[in-house]
């Protein structure tokens, strides 16, 4: 059975927040932070941050206290990998068993990249367990033509995944006018899945900003923890959508 979207995403079009830390006690503090923020939908975990500095025994009662502290389903538990941008040099091996592990402390939402060899066995293992699955690209280079970024996010829905991200480098105002063509353009096809939009480099905050106009379900932003360049703040991204009647106001 598909996992309900609005689980994570009640709201869309909806902002992400990274949690980044490399401790448990900073990153507690953070998702309280984001949990109690107005500005904040959802939570994404970067497990990549810590995993490293920590016992699996820590990541286990880690991962238990985040789940109680935020609702499990409105928070994105994501390992990303050095060649996706994260912080962590991950064999695919590894990779399949540190999701085993959170899905089994709890996780309800995962991130999983298409460039993980075991990217498929990922998916099947969450839908085994009932969790909703982000499939994620990340074109650092900003060198995909809409074609190339049709099929991978086509790719992405072909292995399972529920809800598809593609985060693109925006050098300058042609790439900022062809990634908004591919969001509009994928959005409204006949097959889309939930699309998660992200502009990074020069111009990433405009795509960030303009894909809220397309019928993205969500985009990321940031508390105080910047994971990627081209972030808003919440606050900011939040305002914009407001302003252009995106979202409703804040009671």
Partial sequence: MTPDLSRLLPTQPAIIVPVAAATPADVLD????????????????RVDYLIDAVSLADLRRLSRQIYAEATPSRVLTTVRSASEGGALEIRPARYLDLYDTLLRCGARSIDVELSQPLAGEVIT?????????????????????????LAAV??????????????????????????????????????????IAAGMGPLGCLARAGAGALGVAATFASLDVVTAPGQLRAAQLRALWEGAELRAPRA
């Fill in 30 to 45: 953070q998702v309280r932070a984001a949990a109690t923020s107005p500005d904040v939908d959802a939570i994404e975990w």
């Fill in 125 to 149: 293992r969450a839908h085994e367990m009932g969790a909703l699955v982000v499939g994620s690209i990340h074109d650092w280079d900003g060198a995909l033509d809409s074609a190339e970024q």
């Fill in 154 to 195: 086509n790719r992405l829905a072909e292995l399972g995944a529920d809800v598809v991200k593609i985060a693109r480098y925006i050098a300058d105002a042609e790439a900022y006018l062809d990634f908004l063509s591919f969001v509009r353009a994928y959005v409204a096809g006949p097959d889309a899945r939930p699309l």
